[in-house]
T-cell receptor, first 112, second 113 residues
Framework: QQQVKQSPQSLIVQKGGISIINCAYENTAFDYFPWYQQFPGKGPALLIAIRPDVSEKKEGRFTISFNKSAKQFSLHIMDSQPGDSATYFCAALSGNTGKLIFGQGTTLQVKP | NAGVTQTPKFRILKIGQSMTLQCTQDMNHNYMYWYRQDPGMGLKLIYYSVGAGITDKGEVPNGYNVSRSTTEDFPLRLELAAPSQTSVYFC????????????FGDGTRLSIL
């Protein structure tokens, strides 16, 4: 119930293409869904986040789509660039416990 | 503005040794966290703190201890190092409510041999 399942594990996209990473959860107590971006040798950095009362949030080329009924949310990176090559983690925060549960991560490679 | 600073960056320990991973933040955040990251896995919460003098267990606390005597510092202690504790350790902090780490350090890569 505390799991967040992320897919795919790895993703290769051409420059200018759309990168899509999906996450699913089971616990309905989750009430905050952030995405983190991590470059090699660095800590994760908060990229964008959404609450379940919103179906979509966009910040620049990054969009979160949220489907509350399906308990799924996804990250879309439009016009993907080589500089976007990194590992991306979705996460979900439990309003009951205050603990953040991370997905397994997706390694994105954007080819020039 | 340094953010979250972790030391050391790398360390090799022998089984049974002990050490302390240091973490300090200069953003006056109340909330601080310790995570471990294993290959192909997401981050797992070890311990967290909601303020000086207050700590609580996360998902994987066994084999670790923490203390929070000041707002700035949140050290993580390994008492009897075991191979299963080989991992990359991240410290994080946040201004908002517990569970929303917004600022991570660059990690400590720890190997137990």
């Amino acid at each position: 119930q505390q799991q967040v399942k992320q897919s795919p594990q790895s993703l290769i996209v051409q420059k200018g293409g759309i990168s899509i990473i999906n996450c699913a959860y089971e616990n309905t107590a989750f009430d905050y869904f952030p995405w983190y971006q991590q470059f090699p040798g660095k800590g994760p950095a908060l990229l964008i986040a959404i609450r379940p009362d919103v179906s979509e949030k966009k910040e620049g080329r990054f969009t979160i789509s949220f489907n509350k009924s399906a308990k799924q949310f996804s990250l879309h990176i439009m016009d993907s660039q080589p500089g976007d090559s990194a590992t991306y983690f979705c996460a979900a925060l439990s309003g009951n416990t205050g603990k953040l549960i991370f997905g397994q991560g997706t390694t994105l490679q954007v080819k020039p | 503005n340094a953010g979250v600073t972790q030391t050391p960056k790398f360390r090799i320990l022998k089984i049974g040794q002990s050490m302390t991973l240091q973490c300090t933040q200069d953003m006056n955040h109340n909330y601080m966290y310790w995570y471990r990251q294993d290959p192909g896995m997401g981050l797992k919460l070890i311990y967290y703190s909601v303020g000086a003098g207050i700590t609580d267990k996360g998902e994987v606390p066994n084999g670790y201890n923490v203390s929070r005597s000041t707002t700035e510092d949140f050290p993580l202690r390994l008492e009897l190092a075991a191979p299963s504790q080989t991992s990359v350790y991240f410290c994080a902090s946040s201004y908002r409510r517990v569970g929303q780490p917004q600022h991570f350090g660059d990690g400590t890569r720890l190997s137990i041999l």
